[in-house]
């Protein structure tokens, strides 16, 4: 967790460095490592790390592993906006400087990180997705779906996952979104103005199985891409007398075939 306070730090930075280096939507972040005079080398290191930020002999340099992180690709965009997050943080670029933190390979996991790491992921989401232009194209869309969350995506040259998180965070309509792997839920992001209803299912355990997702898993031949009509109480425990459990709720999924995880997207008019 990042308290409120020192996410606004971080944000202050990320965004003011996208401010100005960008093309269209999306932060231009090889204008920004060479205005740090900061190169970048791309090789093979096995699967050791997605980026390392290394200070040596009075320079820091940037290393990628393109064995997972394909030049310019969505992915490779995260991995340099995190290791940038290393650099820009004063913290983490004085920690690296004067040995007080080992140079570390980042990786790309979502549960049970250091600190530093969320730290770094928290700017590279701002960096990549700086809250005002995020929300002014993402409010282009009348009504949400998946096809919002894409169309963010390919605007500003994010992954859909960081993207999911971002729109929980600063987007223009309430969401909860799950991900899933295997029928077991591993993580999920909330909107602030989400009910905060207890849930139907644990985190680490199995999906509650009246759910898109959840049907995905247990049957063959449900995996349903569209927008489906769901109730409240496939995903919650919703309070009583609580009238906006009457309204209808939505859920979509978006399946990455290639990782093997699915996302829930469920939210309301
Ligand atoms: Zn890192």
Redo the contacts with the bound molecule.
Sequence with gaps: MITDQRKRVISNIAEGLAQHHYKGNATNLLAILSSEGIPVYRDDYEDAFE?MLYFSEGTFSLHVNNRTNVANSKRERFTLA??IG?YSIDEHRLGLKYGKLKP?G?RLTLSGRDP??LE?DYFASCLLMPAKKFQTHAAKRKRFSLEAIQDLSESFQVSVVPTVIRFSEVGTHEIFAVFSRNNTVEWYAKSNDFPDWPFQFKVHGTLPPTTVAGEFYRKTDAKYTGVEKVSPQDWFYPFKDDSRADRQMYEQCYYSDSYGYTISLVWFD
């Design positions: 980026g995190h290791e290393h570390h980042s530093l790491e770094a």
